[in-house]
């Protein structure tokens, strides 16, 4: 199981990686192993200032559709184009090329609640 040392988790299975005044959002590797192949990832709130644990989107698997969820405060600024006619990198490369949106997030964002690697890998057992 690849649970980057680098990145913030989730109990949700989000992953978060601050770079200065953006975040990069997606789902983790247990998350995409556990839905199967993705076949669509749907965000419609580009450009919305959304609340931790709001939803900002789904994806869609052979499986199931489940909601995703905002793991910090802040504004959807970026959406993954490649995502549009590639939804299957969220499983070949969830943590680089499968990123799901960009959050601005400005010094007053908490981090607070959001998980180390080594807390993320006890959530799943790992």
Same mark, same amino acid.
């Given at each position: 199981?690849?649970?980057? =040392?680098? &990145?913030?988790?989730?109990? !949700?299975? $989000?992953?978060?990686? /601050? ?46 559709? =489940?909601? &995703?969820?905002?793991?910090? !405060?802040? $504004?959807?600024?970026? /959406? ?9 990198l969220?499983?070949t ?23 180390k690697?080594?807390?993320?890998a ?5």
């Open positions: 199981m690849n649970i980057p =040392s680098t &990145l913030l988790y989730t109990p !949700d299975h $989000e992953w978060v990686r /601050i770079e200065k005044e953006v975040a990069y959002i997606g789902i983790t590797d247990f998350a995409q192993r556990e839905l199967g192949d993705i076949v669509y990832v749907e965000v419609d709130t580009l450009d919305e200032t959304l609340k931790r644990n709001d939803v900002f989107g789904t994806v869609e698997a052979v499986k199931t559709v =489940s909601d &995703l969820f905002l793991p910090l !405060d802040g $504004e959807i600024i970026a /959406i993954n184009p490649k995502l549009e006619t590639q939804p299957e969220v499983n490369d969830p943590y680089g090329e499968g990123w799901m949106i960009q959050v601005k997030i400005d010094e007053n964002t908490s981090v607070q609640g959001l998980l690697a080594d807390d993320y006890k959530v799943i057992g790992a």
